[in-house]
T-cell receptor, first 116, second 117 residues
């Protein structure tokens, strides 16, 4: 079975601070996919990034960066110079290619509040 | 940019009534999903659908639930006899379904908030 843990339930930062959201996952599969989704106050789920288990190269996209460490089963997400519009719940999720299932297993989410 | 759409955005129903939640997945996607999110909680998988049949379902998806793809565009979730605990946000999602990592990216609709009174 798959499991995703987001230990931080709430984080509050002041605008322009950097913030890192933690994600730890569990799976016995050697091939898997990790995701981050953003859920703003309006409620929709916005896809941010996918990483494959066989690609540990970390990525930077604008103010966002991701740190994938297989050795510690972690897939952390950093926002640099946070802005008020970054305030949202951020979900880490995991998918494994077992048969035709492909469903996402979500963590419990981290509520990020960026204060002006 | 193509997107998943869902109707209605909010549905209020009385306990014991049947509801149908509707979704239009992205047109070239082959995998379809329903998830639910009880207020303040994590997003939970309900069911996945591929090649006109259910490919996987969770324990939540009991006999009260059913899914259907009645035509080439719509994907529906039916709850036969709603209970108070069915109150949640229901998200539809779709993914490409081709080989390769990109096919695992799921794109979500805006959700339908179901309130059972």
């Amino acid at each position: 079975a798959q499991k995703v843990t987001q230990a931080q339930t709430e984080i509050s930062v002041v605008e322009k601070e950097d913030v890192t959201l933690d994600c730890v996952y569990e799976t016995r599969d050697t091939t898997y996919y990790l995701f981050w989704y953003k859920q703003p106050p309006s409620g929709e789920l916005v896809f941010l990034i996918r990483r494959n288990s066989f690609d540990e190269q970390n990525e930077i996209s604008g103010r966002y960066s991701w740190n994938f460490q297989k050795s510690t089963s972690s897939f952390n997400f950093t926002i640099t110079a946070s802005q008020v519009v970054d305030s949202a719940v951020y979900f880490c999720a995991l998918s494994v290619p077992s048969g035709s299932a492909r469903q996402l297993t979500f963590g419990s989410g981290t509520q990020l509040t960026v204060l002006p | 940019e193509p997107e998943v759409t869902q109707t209605p955005s909010h549905q209020v129903t009385q306990m014991g009534q049947e509801v149908i939640l509707r979704c239009v997945p992205i047109s070239n996607h082959l995998y379809f999903y329903w998830y639910r999110q009880i207020l303040g909680q994590k997003v939970e998988f309900l069911v996945s659908f591929y090649n006109n049949e259910i490919s996987e379902k969770s324990e939540i998806f009991d006999d009260q639930f059913s899914v259907e793809r009645p035509d080439g565009s719509n994907f529906t979730l039916k709850i036969r006899s709603t209970k108070l605990e069915d109150s949640a946000m229901y998200f539809c999602a779709s993914s490409l379904g081709l080989a390769g990592a990109v096919s695992y990216e799921q794109y979500f609709g805006p959700g339908t908030r179901l309130t059972v009174t």
